[in-house]
């Protein structure tokens, strides 16, 4: 079983950044791919952004392409998710989650669990 503590959020105004982060322990975390995931009040939770344990292998919705990166740190056990011009629809609560099985590739159809509990983004416009 891994636990994953998310950190990074808060308030910001539409156009800035933030860089949300999520601490892995208790389970080898380089070898499982890690998501970033979003939800808004009265909304499901969606998946944003995916690494694979081959960093090069990254995933992003559409509405975030080209304003977040995902990245990871093996060493430190970390994933990352810098947002960058960000919109007041970015608000929501911000988890990260381990995919359920090492190695593959990731994608929209990974299948994740070990939820954290979550970090709250606010942008005001």
């Known amino acids: 079983q891994v636990q994953l503590v998310e950190s990074g959020g808060g308030s910001v105004q539409a156009g800035g950044s933030l860089r949300l982060s999520c601490a892995a322990s208790?389970?080898?975390?380089?070898?499982?791919?890690m998501g970033w995931f979003r939800q808004a009040p009265g909304k499901e939770r969606e998946l944003i952004a995916a690494i694979g344990w081959n960093a090069n292998n990254k995933y992003y919705r559409d509405f975030v392409k080209g304003r977040f990166t995902i990245s990871r740190d093996n060493t430190n056990n970390t994933v990352y998710l810098q947002m960058n011009s960000l919109k007041p629809e970015d608000t929501a609560v911000y988890s990260c989650a381990a995919s359920l099985y090492p190695w593959g590739v990731v994608g929209p159809s990974t299948r994740f669990g070990s939820w954290g509990q979550g970090t709250q983004v606010t942008v005001s416009s």
């Open positions: 208790g389970r080898t975390f380089s070898t499982y791919a």
